[in-house]
């Protein structure tokens, strides 16, 4: 089969080569082999590329958290109804190939009316977004902040959100993206490059406290963020 692999650290262009590797066996009971036709891009396979994943496999790797695809082959008789499905999968890497497997923990069928691309979208980004919701108490109008919210999971993190009917914060690092995130629902978009995001924060909710705060970022933010939040609040990383 025909796979993309990660064959040095560095520039996506010179990163990846297209290989000719054996089609992938099963070895676990509830392992499946899917005939890919798309797979996901997520910002773990940006740091996988670049070196700084230490989760990611060994190179020369094949990367991708997801994929769409028919089940082609199962390693369970009791699992032989499954054969011909196109299903959603979890791969956590090896999803950038004409083959790939995943377990039957990790894969929902779907529809032929749902796009590869909007399905790979519930995926890793939108699974993350909905846990990590679901670790917070998040009631009517409570304030939220939203670490990178321009980017996949602050994206789907931000409709979640917005379903409580949240008073969304949202941080950027490219003013051309405080377009988007109004337009995807945030009510107060912060440039945080050219501006003290925490010193911003506090103008907007002025003797209020933040209900939860979701930050992929970490290190210099952590003790920012600890200052923003409720005594009763919730800080998610992700």
Known sequence: MKAIQLIKYGDAHTAF???EIPIP??????????????????????MARKGLYRAAPNLPAIL????????EKVNANSNEHLIGKRVLAMTRFGGYAEYSVASIKGIIEIHDQVSNGHALALATQYCT?????KKTSLTNNDFVLIHSASGGVGTALTQLAKLINCQII????????????KKNGV?????????????????IIKNQK????????????????LELLDSDGHLVFF
């Open 210 to 225: 933040i209900s939860a705060i979701f930050n992929s970022v970490g290190g210099h933010t952590f003790k920012k963020d």
């Open 25 to 46: 066996s099963l070895k676990s009971r509830d392992s499946i082999l899917i005939k890919v036709q798309a797979f996901g891009i997520n910002f773990a396979d940006v």
């Open 129 to 133: 977004a909905h846990l990590a919701i």
């Open 64 to 71: 991708g958290y997801e994929v769409v695809g028919i089940i």
């Open 170 to 181: 949202g941080l950027t690092g490219t003013s051309s993206k405080t377009s988007y995130l």
């Open 17 to 19: 080569q297209t290989n």
């Open 187 to 203: 009510d107060f978009p912060i440039n945080h490059i050219n501006n003290n995001y925490s010193k911003e924060v506090l103008n």
